[in-house]
């Protein structure tokens, strides 16, 4: 597995290997420390190589565990890989995410300074519009509909909106490339503290007594360990200790990635779209996300469904991927044929709980087995809070990082049939 990525421009080149001092103030997080080296390292299996297992993976070496992330397939090659990259910080305020997501938004700046974040993997604020857009048949994008568009709305946007609002700005919005960002983390979890990845599905939990002792990957082989971290996103259902406990389905979610003619011309602008086809179908809530690499990105198209037991066969619906198409030429001839090129057309699997809340905590029961899953779209901006306070759970016994309470796989007892 070749995880040294670069990335065109040449201004985004993945793992850089620059050391940076993390200062202390509102807007960082102090990242976990290493133990004292006359300690013996912990021995942690982490299974799943999406954002949230590497995050865990990442802060658990940080921490001085002698860590072994397991990936089926390759790091990021699912949702971690092909997301938005969207950073709110206050966009999950008044529930119970709450605690996390503003940890973790504050987080990505910290790693951001030690990992050199906008070169590494495109970390950057962003200003966020919301708009309406409604097709029209007769009238296509053109410069002449942004006569009277107001000042905030950049001139690249150039199609049949109305309504814009401001509804995240450069302190609270930010993105990062999701697949450069968990590849820069996992890169440097091997490179700097020793963590291992190992390419192969998980068979099983072997349990000592009623305490995890080892985990074994199809074919036959044994990992001994004295803590697991289950962080299977959506494929958490196929594994019956949890499967048992909650459930996690689904939700597939299309994106397309294009590559203007002109990127240059494109600002730093997400934008969150209610839109409206012309031929009175169903209004939907696309996303727009440029990026300084020069793409951008474009989702939306989301419906629960049966999770494959692969991730690399995964594939998007026509339907879907054409009506993100036609979002993209709609909100600007920037983003239609002949003004960009398409660079991917895909779909990934968003894990969600039936509660609507992550699942992070001990698995009660199975000491020394742990489980954070069931971030739905939030995965990215809350990766590294989860995977800190992953860290400090297994290791020291507690999180300081954010009270876990409200995410602890305990609160299914009772509720769902074995």
Not at 149 to 171: A, M, N, Y
Not at 314 to 323: L, T, V
Request: some cysteine; hydrophobic content about 35%.
């Amino acid at each position: 597995m070749n995880l040294a990525v670069s990335f065109s421009p040449s201004t985004l080149t993945l793992f850089r290997t620059t050391t940076f001092s993390i200062t202390s103030s509102a807007s960082t997080i102090p990242l976990p420390l290493r133990p004292p080296m006359d300690q013996t390292p912990k021995r942690v299996v982490v299974c799943g190589g999406g954002v949230i297992g590497v995050c865990t993976a990442y802060f658990l070496a940080k921490k001085g565990a002698a860590v072994t992330l397991i990936e089926k397939s390759e790091v990021a090659c699912a949702a971690s890989g092909k997301a938005g990259g969207f950073l709110a910080l206050d966009w999950c305020d008044g529930g119970p995410v709450e605690s996390l997501a503003r940890a973790s938004f504050n987080l990505h700046r910290s790693l951001s300074a030690e990992l050199n974040g906008p070169q590494s993997y495109g970390y950057r604020p962003l200003t966020t519009l919301s708009l309406t857009v409604t097709e029209s048949d007769t009238n296509p994008p053109s410069s002449s509909s942004t006569t009277s568009k107001p000042s905030t709305v950049p001139s690249w946007i150039d199609g049949p909106i109305r309504s814009p609002r401001t509804i995240g700005t450069l302190e609270t919005t930010a993105q990062v490339h999701p697949q450069l960002f968990t590849r820069t983390l996992i890169a440097k979890a091997v490179e700097d503290h020793g963590a291992q990845v190992v390419t192969g599905k998980l068979e099983r939990l072997e349990l000592v007594g009623d305490r995890v002792g080892s985990v074994v990957v199809e074919g036959g082989r044994v990992i001994e360990c004295d803590s697991v971290v289950l962080a299977l996103g959506p494929w958490s259902g196929k594994l019956e200790v949890l499967s048992s406990l909650f459930r996690v389905y689904g939700l597939k979610a299309h994106s397309i990635v294009l590559e203007p003619r002109e990127p240059n011309s494109i600002t730093p602008h997400a934008l969150f779209l209610s839109y409206y086809p012309s031929r009175g179908g169903k209004a939907i809530d696309p996303e727009v996300y440029p990026r300084p690499t020069g793409e951008v990105y474009v989702c939306g198209m989301s419906a629960e469904e049966e999770v494959p037991e692969n991730p690399d066969e995964i594939r998007g619906k026509e339907e879907s991927i054409a009506m993100l198409k036609r979002v993209a030429k709609t909100v600007s001839s920037h983003l239609g044929e002949g003004g960009a090129r398409v660079k991917a057309e895909q779909a990934c699997f968003l894990p969600c709980t039936d509660d609507g809340v992550p699942v992070i905590g001990e698995v009660p029961g199975v000491k020394g087995c742990f489980v954070a899953t069931g971030h739905s779209c939030w995965g990215i901006l809350n990766g590294p809070a989860t995977g800190a306070a992953m860290a400090e759970l297994v290791i020291d016994g507690h999180s300081t990082i954010i009270d876990l309470k409200h995410f602890s796989p305990a609160r299914f007892l009772g509720r769902r049939k074995v």
